[in-house]
C-alpha cells in the first residue's frame, strides 16, 4: 500500500461518503475534503492541497467529467467511483482506475494505487 496521502472525495451520498472516509483513515490516508457537487468539486480542485481524488460519477443528476478534466489539467491522479448504471467513461478517461460500489478496502486499496502510479 501506498503510503498515507490527502484525498478529496467527490459524493454526493453522505452515508457512502462517510464509509469511504472511514475506509481512507483505516488505510492511513487524511481526507482533505468531502464535496456533494460538480460546482464544490471544482471549487476545492482549483484550491489544491490533495494529492489524489475519488469521485462518484453522477452527482445530483450531473456527470462529474469536468471535475475529472480540471484534475487532468493539474496532473493530480483520480479514481473514478461508479455505481454500475452509467454509460462508461469519455475515452480520455478510459485509462483512470474505475471502482464500483459498494466500497470494500479491497477494491479501494488497489484503485488507488493504481492512480498514484499512473
Keep these: 500500500m501506498t503510503a498515507g496521502r490527502s484525498i478529496l472525495i467527490v459524493e454526493d451520498e453522505p452515508l457512502i461518503a462517510m464509509m469511504l472516509e472511514d475506509f481512507l483513515d483505516s488505510l492511513g490516508h487524511t481526507v ?7 460546482q464544490c468539486a471544482l471549487a476545492e480542485v482549483e484550491k489544491g492541497g490533495f494529492d489524489l481524488a ?15 478534466a480540471l484534475l487532468r489539467e493539474r496532473n493530480v491522479p483520480f479514481v473514478i467511483a461508479t455505481g454500475g448504471h452509467v454509460d462508461p467513461p ?20 488497489p484503485a488507488i494505487d493504481s492512480a498514484l502510479a499512473a
Design 54 to 68: 475519488i469521485l462518484d460519477v453522477n452527482l445530483k443528476g450531473e456527470n462529474v467529467w469536468p471535475v475529472a
Design 32 to 38: 482533505r475534503g468531502t464535496c456533494d457537487s460538480v
Design 90 to 109: 469519455p475515452p480520455e478517461f478510459d485509462d483512470a482506475p474505475v471502482i464500483e460500489k459498494p466500497y470494500t478496502v479491497d477494491r479501494v486499496t
